[in-house]
């Protein structure tokens, strides 16, 4: 069993600056690929980046190409989304998951454990 929980969420203007911060606890393994989703006012939970546990491989969605960076730190058990150059678009509650098997990448059916969310508004 993997526990997750989410920080950093705040308000920001458009064009600012926000670090999220993802803490595991629990048993994490190297074949885990740990991800970031969001979900907006009246939307579906989409998916924004995804790293795996061992190696540096990511994976990002469009949208947030060039202006999204994931990051890790095993040591502390701690996965880092660096988001710049916000939009009002990129508001929504961002999740942090896990998927055990190491293969979803962007499926958000294929992760098992999920954090409750930290709320990110990005003001115009």
């Known amino acids: 069993q993997v526990q997750l929980v989410e920080s950093g969420g705040g308000l920001v203007q458009a064009g600012g600056s926000l670090r999220l911060s993802c803490a595991a606890s629990?048993?994490?393994?190297?074949?885990?690929?740990m991800g970031w989703f969001r979900q907006a006012p009246g939307k579906g939970r989409e998916f924004v980046a995804a790293?795996?546990?061992?190696?540096?491989?990511?994976y990002y969605a469009d949208s947030v190409k060039g202006r999204f960076t994931i990051s890790k730190d095993n040591a502390k058990n701690m996965v880092y989304l660096q988001m710049n150059s916000l939009k009002p678009d990129d508001t929504a509650v961002y999740h942090c998951a896990a998927d055990r098997q190491g293969t979803t990448w962007g499926n958000l059916v294929g992760y098992d454990y999920w954090g409750p969310g930290t709320q990110v508004t990005v003001s115009s």
């Open positions: 629990g048993r994490t393994t190297s074949n885990y690929i």
């Open positions: 790293i795996r546990w061992s190696g540096a491989s990511t």
